[in-house]
């Protein structure tokens, strides 16, 4: 017996937005069983990673933190690959983005003034966008595969803040440990609720995927990202460049996530230490195609991915599961949301192998 | 006797169409059976079926009497079947030699095959050197690696796929040659083609499909082209309505000493090509596929630049320097050959698709934002003066047939009123009725004063439809001359250039 894959005619677009949810839906049952074969509380953990974080109103604000850099870098990796323009290396543009924002809290520390935050800002996706430039001239220049050198770049970026922290920007007042100070007042993000972590940075998160939305839907800039991935050739048919159209891809993708990078310097942690990359470059990943390649659906997707870190939080401490059970369940996500993706563009036939040659 | 091939009620059904519906024919052993229809009439279907690619949900084969179930390719070829597909499947880097050991069933010794080859080739006066590499090769040349491939398992029926659609005039009487001795010698050809006067130059019997139903089957000798074509379309033909007294204009569109330089390993740059089209003027370039006609598309389009400002120019205003956004701007709009993917996004939706070429000569860019409110009304135009069947300007371009994407692209083009169209195979695999309606749109572009490029290899379109004619050849391109002075035979001639002359000199029969 044989399954060969055929294609749809027309793939369903219900289907399409069917997917995401059904990809959800799926790794919680998968995980529920997953889990208890291994001897957890399968449901349990499901339940304290997906429903906890929903139904207790104290866990809301950790949600809000965690959603808004995924969110920021979801809708540049979004655009970007749109384009087709394989930007993974998000994680070393949102360092850069940190570490350029720190730079400039570290230059102005002790000044005050509102214009430190804003600078911090700009510093930020400057710094995201230079990083990002890297792999762009590299593959416009020489056609080096940007998967691979945005992936290797991240990598340096850590080795970058290890340098950081512990030689010229380590705090003298530290005792010995290898971070910088915590930034002056000026130069950390406030708080918009008060008595709660929510900081500016997740309203703006809301504004940049619904700016993007807008920018993608009507502008000739979406436009040119949407045909230059769809079809490379038609794009230069209509006299958009290809080369062009990578470098704004990365250029955009970088910046947000040097953006979410200072914001997160700015906002949760206040400093830069060793431990600033949290894998969010890589998750906007998963938070990227979950949403669709489609800003607003990133929104969502963002919340669900973050939905899935303070669950598992919870759960480490509520059923004792481990850190890694997060992993777990957002790749399972992603793995069902790429099959789900597969079957949506073509149906799985078997093929049984007949015997050649003349009827009876 | 019994019937070589015997369909009976043969019926296939896939979602959304019927391609074949209760198909019923015969062909006699030694018998040149032509296959006719229109696009999407459901000869590749049925073709398919005969072969084992597909199965039908209905109906009866039978070979040589006996009712047969044709399950993949291999059983076909078992049977005697043999097929030339109208794409070929040749690897360029191999010699021919190669490219056949690695298309056969069973496996056998390289030196004996090269025997059979060369005994084959003889035979049939196919005269190819078995040890060339493939992509040296003409597109004719290849087509007879295709025919050798079939002819060495000695079969009892020929299935030909639109075989000379990429063929010179001389190419394929050739063809038409080596097709009659196979027939003589008892073997059947199931020949199909959309080109009337080849089939009654060459088949017995013609079997003609519409919409998937078998409407006629006639003796072409006794039918005219004209009555064969009607059955085909279901409708009266119309022919091309020109305006009278045309007299052609001031000098529009002027190429002088255009050069591409070369960028893949086997495709053909245009080298040193110079012509004038004037206003009113259908200027046609006739060539067999692969001599340059893409990149001389690229070069007019603006996709590729060349380096001198001089090299086009439009009505004395250099282009050469423009990329094809700046050269819309100017006037000059241009259709490439392929349809999805290049003139189209499959994609997009109809009105995105007329955002692509239509945005800046039609306003619907404002502050960098699409004004997509215009794209739709000016799609909606398109789509009714172009009797372009779809649901509307959402319909997306993917699920447009092969001609009415056409029609819409053609049209996209032709309402931003270009003062020069260039336009590359414009009724490549399009059905007769689009092809009539294609025509009649550029001749009205160009009685409107525009000048139109008609790039082609479609030798009856370019000499019904064009004004002067010159032939490309190995990126040549023959001295410009009225379509009127030139014959079929001195068209041909220039088809196969030095170049062809060259390679039949080379050829080792034996």
Redesign the interface.
């Known amino acids: 017996m044989q399954f060969r894959l055929e294609k749809r005619?027309?793939p369903s677009q219900a289907m399409v937005y069917a997917t995401p949810v059904a990809a959800v839906v799926l790794t919680m049952v998968v995980g529920a069983i997953l889990f208890s074969l291994i001897g957890y509380d399968g449901v349990g953990a499901v339940r304290e990673i997906f429903l906890t974080p929903l139904t207790n109103s104290f866990k809301w604000q950790d949600l809000g933190v965690k959603a808004a850099p995924l969110i920021i870098i979801g809708t540049g990796l979004s655009i970007a690959y749109r384009a087709n323009v394989w930007n993974i290396g998000a994680e070393g543009q949102y360092i850069m983005g940190g570490l350029a924002a720190t730079w400039v809290a570290l230059a102005t520390y002790g000044m005050t003034g509102w214009w430190i935050l804003p600078l911090m800002l700009v510093a930020g996706v400057l710094g995201g966008a230079a990083y990002a430039a890297i792999p762009a001239l590299l593959k416009t220049r020489l056609n080096v595969n940007e998967i691979l050198t945005s992936l290797m770049l991240t990598y340096a970026s850590v080795q970058l803040i290890y340098y950081l922290v512990r030689a010229p920007w380590k705090d003298p007042m530290g005792m010995g440990f290898p971070q910088t100070r915590i930034f002056s007042e000026a130069a950390r993000l406030p708080t918009i609720i008060p008595t709660t972590i929510v900081h500016l940075g997740v309203p703006i998160a809301i504004v940049v995927a619904l700016v993007a939305w807008f920018v993608m839907s009507?502008?000739?800039?979406g436009?040119q990202m949407?045909?230059v991935g769809?079809?490379p050739?038609?794009a230069?048919?209509?006299?958009f460049?290809e080369n062009k159209t990578i470098w704004l891809a990365l250029l955009v993708s970088g910046g947000l996530a040097g953006m979410a990078g200072m914001l997160e310097v700015a906002g949760p942690f206040q400093r830069m230490v060793p431990g600033f990359p949290t894998n969010y470059g890589f998750t906007a990943i998963i938070v990227a195609f979950l949403g669709r390649l489609n800003p607003l659906g990133v929104i969502f997707a963002g919340i669900v991915m973050a939905i899935t870190f303070v669950g598992g939080e919870v759960a480490q401490t509520s059923i004792g599961l481990s850190n890694s059970a997060t992993g777990v369940f957002q790749a399972m996500m992603l793995f069902f949301l790429l099959a789900g993706d597969i079957l949506i563009r073509y149906r799985i036939r078997r093929v049984a192998p007949?015997?050649?040659?003349?009827?009876p | 006797m019994p019937y070589r091939l015997e369909l009976t009620g043969i019926t296939k059904r896939f979602?959304?169409v019927l391609a074949n519906d209760n198909v019923t024919f015969a062909v006699k052993p030694g018998e040149i059976h032509a296959l006719l229809g229109e696009n999407g009439a459901g000869k590749s279907t049925l073709v398919k079926m005969i072969y084992g690619i597909m199965q039908p949900d209905a109906g009866e084969i039978r070979?040589d009497g006996?009712?047969?179930?044709?399950?993949?390719p291999?059983?076909a070829r078992?049977l005697g079947i043999g097929m030339v597909f109208q794409h070929f499947s040749l690897f360029e880097a191999l010699t021919v030699l190669e490219n056949i050991a690695l298309g056969m069933d069973s496996k056998i010794p390289s030196r004996q095959l090269e025997a059979r080859i060369r005994a084959v080739m003889t035979q049939y006066g196919l005269l190819l050197d078995p040890h060339r590499t493939v992509a040296t090769l003409s597109v004719g040349e290849r087509q007879r690696i295709e025919i050798v491939r079939a002819l060495l398992l000695e079969p009892k029926l020929l299935i030909m796929d639109e075989p000379t659609s990429v063929l010179t005039p001389q190419e394929v009487e050739q063809l038409f040659e080596v097709l009659r001795k196979l027939a003589a010698e008892g073997c059947s050809i199931l020949y199909i083609s959309h080109k009337l006067h080849e089939i009654k130059a060459l088949c017995d019997t013609a079997t003609i499909l519409r919409g998937g139903k078998l409407v006629d089957t006639c003796d072409p000798k006794q039918e005219t082209s004209r009555s064969m074509a009607e059955k085909m379309i279901g409708a009266g033909l119309k022919d091309i309505v020109r305006g009278e007294g045309r007299s052609l204009g001031q000098p529009k569109l002027v190429v002088s000493r255009l050069s591409t330089a070369k960028t893949g390993h086997f495709d053909v740059p245009v080298d040193n090509v110079s012509f004038t089209v004037r206003a009113g003027e259908i200027f046609g370039i006739a060539g067999v596929a692969g001599n340059g006609q893409n990149a001389l598309l690229d070069a007019l389009?603006?996709?590729v630049r060349s380096g001198d400002k001089d090299a086009i120019t439009l009505d004395g205003f250099p282009l050469g320097l423009l990329?094809?956004?700046g050269r819309?701007k100017r006037g000059l709009c241009?259709v490439?050959e392929?349809r999805n993917?290049?003139?189209?996004?499959?994609?997009?939706t109809l009105s995105?698709n007329s955002?692509?070429?239509a945005?800046d000569r039609l306003g619907m860019?404002m502050l960098?934002?699409?004004n997509?409110g215009a794209a739709k009304t000016y799609t909606g135009r398109v789509i009714a003066d172009f009797a372009v069947k779809a649901l509307g300007p959402a319909s997306t371009a993917g699920?447009l047939s092969g001609g009415n994407l056409q029609k819409y692209i053609m049209g996209r083009e032709i309402l931003q009123k270009p003062s020069v169209l260039v336009v590359s195979q414009p009724t490549w695999g399009v059905d007769a009725g689009a092809a009539a309606a294609i025509h009649q749109a550029l001749v009205d572009l160009a009685a409107a004063g525009s000048a139109i490029v008609v790039i082609s290899q479609d030798l009856d379109e370019l000499r019904a439809l064009c004004d002067t004619l010159a032939v490309i050849n190995m990126g040549h391109l023959s001295p410009a001359r009225p379509t009127g002075e030139m014959s079929v035979e001195e068209i041909g001639l220039l088809m196969g250039g030095v170049h062809g002359q060259a390679e039949a000199r080379d050829a080792v029969p034996a």
């Open positions: 005619r027309e009507r502008s000739v800039f436009y949407k045909v769809a079809a050739h038609a230069r048919y209509g006299g460049s007949q015997a050649a040659g003349v009827a | 979602p959304g070979w006996s009712p047969v179930t044709v399950a993949n291999k059983a078992k389009s603006g996709e990329d094809t956004t819309r241009a490439p392929e993917g290049h003139a189209a996004v499959g994609d997009f995105d955002v692509l070429t945005r860019v960098g934002l699409i997509s699920s």
